[in-house]
């Protein structure tokens, strides 16, 4: 599919995979790495990485590879994760809280800005530094702050209402983890639809198809 | 790319949308749906419903679509999460934890039957009903109960040498969640990398790229 952005939806998807690759290069004190390294670490095809990365210029030299470090920070910038963006979780279970601490938000310029959610446990308190406030000063705190980036993790039932409220407040942008798929093309909004359970189900269809193969191999 | 499944990546990974989408019209009281009514709900297009459905059978009938019950339970037998399937959490941190009371494991017939982990401030006790162990048990506990399935929520520097541990000790498939890509080529072993990162990544791109093209459009 083409984006109208100059490059493709797979194309796109499979940035942020080079950059985990070059990240953990960096760490390994790799410097220099060509396509082909590249693709091995990630079981794609050297032309797929050249073809990519040629979409958004002119990157390494022949014979030469590319610059680890400078190849890393290029793609940040294309990726925009260069530039700092203010976000909030809504639903702040322990999915959410789990993100608060685990995810490197803070190392990859997201900044928390705030939590909501309706559980007196939780609200009036920080999770990670980061103050949790009730749903019910949302639209207030939208009004008053500039939100970049909603990461939407209340429970399924909410999840529609909630997502269609922060359309309704300007949010520009939902990265959705309540399983449940949100459409909101009325509404100027970007929304990923994060599904745990989908890549779950995938594994299970490979672990039983070879399973299957092996009793048919002793047959 | 073909799977030597009789299908390909694709199709298999679509496969849990068309699931989700199935079990939402099921609960709301949606007993037939044609392609194109799932095509709006997921943004693909009828042709695409019908071809991925054609490689494992015949569903529905032309004028009558599909009966909704019917082809959510072929799907999860195709998937093979129909069947009883053993589930290890090693690393019982709080993605580990949320996991763990969040996501819907039993009624997908997924039983945890333990958890591993090197904090004793949660060994030794039940995290919803699950049995939480020290690590160090994880390879005599794999020498007395089968296990189908690992999910695995490390700290990152752990994620190589403990995926190792468990694909020589014969645990068939490893859902990592360690942010770590794991190769583990030369074992019997099927790994799913799940990327929480790249699915934020990819939604900044697009955040970034509306900006800019907004910013044109007043300039």
């Given at each position: 599919?083409?984006?109208?952005l100059?490059?493709?939806?797979?194309?796109?998807?499979?940035?942020?995979?080079?950059?985990?690759?070059?990240?953990?290069?960096?760490?390994?004190?790799?410097?220099?790495?060509?396509?082909?390294?590249?693709?091995e670490r990630l079981s794609?095809?050297?032309?797929?990485?050249?073809?990519?990365l040629?979409?958004?210029?002119?990157?390494?030299?022949?014979?030469?590879?590319?610059?680890?470090?400078?190849?890393?920070?290029?793609?940040?910038?294309?990726?925009?994760?260069n530039?700092?963006?203010?976000?909030?979780?809504?639903?702040?279970?322990?999915?959410?809280?789990?993100?608060?601490?685990?995810?490197?938000?803070?190392?990859?310029?997201?900044?928390?800005?705030?939590?909501f959610?309706?559980?007196?446990?939780?609200?009036?308190?920080?999770?990670n530094?980061?103050?949790?406030?009730?749903?019910?000063?949302?639209i207030?705190?939208?009004?008053?702050?500039?939100?970049?980036?909603?990461?939407?993790?209340?429970?399924?039932?909410?999840?529609?209402?909630?997502?269609?409220?922060?359309?309704?407040?300007?949010?520009?942008?939902?990265?959705?983890?309540?399983?449940?798929?949100?459409?909101?093309?009325?509404?100027?909004?970007?929304?990923?639809n994060?599904?745990?359970?989908?890549?779950?189900?995938?594994l299970?269809?490979y672990?039983?198809?070879?399973?299957k193969?092996?009793?048919?191999?002793?047959?």
């Open positions: 599919m083409k984006t109208g100059g490059a493709s939806t797979n194309t796109i998807g499979r940035l942020p995979k080079y950059l985990r690759c070059l990240q953990e290069l960096e760490d390994q004190g790799i410097s220099r790495v060509s396509s082909t390294g590249i693709a794609l095809t050297p032309s797929q990485i050249r073809q990519d040629a979409q958004f210029g002119s990157f390494g030299a022949q014979g030469y590879g590319y610059d680890v470090k400078l190849l890393a920070n290029c793609i940040r910038e294309i990726l925009g994760i530039k700092s963006h203010n976000v909030i979780i809504v639903g702040v279970g322990s999915i959410g809280r789990a993100l608060l601490t685990h995810l490197e938000f803070q190392g990859n310029n997201y900044h928390v800005v705030a939590g959610d309706t559980d007196y446990g939780v609200i009036g308190k920080t999770v530094d980061t103050p949790v406030y009730h749903v019910d000063e949302l207030d705190f939208l009004g008053e702050v500039d939100v970049d980036l909603c990461v939407l993790a209340v429970p399924k039932e909410h999840a529609k209402h909630t997502a269609l409220s922060l359309a309704k407040n300007g949010v520009p942008a939902i990265w959705n983890l309540t399983n449940v798929d949100l459409e909101l093309g009325n509404y100027d909004v970007l929304v990923e994060m599904h745990f359970l989908d890549s779950l189900f995938s299970t269809f672990l039983e198809a070879t399973s193969t092996k009793e048919k191999a002793f047959a």
